[in-house]
Nanobody
């Protein structure tokens, strides 16, 4: 199994910045990719940003130019630097990973419990 622990959420004024962190632990054989999703009240969960073990990234159109995803493979940790935050960025942000565990040849999906980001106007 893989455990994901997020940190770095909080309350910030519009235009401010936050940096989220997510550390993965457990019987990890290989991490295929890690990413961040978010879910606002009454809305569907959506992909914010993702990064592969090779460093390839992709972003939701709504955050391009403002958010940056990065990772430290040695620590199995992924980060999300969020700049120029807007009230519409308010949501619970969830860390996600696709990983192979132990000797398994298939890829499993794991989720963190989430960290709340609130952007005030």
């Amino acid at each position: 199994q893989v455990q994901l622990v997020e940190s770095g959420g909080g309350l910030v004024q519009a235009g401010g910045s936050l940096r989220l962190s997510c550390a993965a632990s457990g019987s990890i054989f290989r991490i295929n990719a890690m990413g961040w999703y978010r879910q606002a009240p009454g809305a569907q969960r959506e992909l914010v940003a993702a990064i592969t073990s090779a460093g390839t990234t992709n972003y939701a159109d709504s955050v391009k130019g403002r958010f940056t995803i990065s990772r430290d493979n040695a620590k199995n940790t992924v980060y999300l630097q969020m700049n120029s935050l807007k009230p519409e960025d308010t949501a619970v942000y969830y860390c996600n990973t696709h990983a192979q565990v132990g000797l398994a040849s298939y890829v499993m999906t794991y989720w963190g419990k989430g960290t709340l980001v609130t952007v005030s106007s």
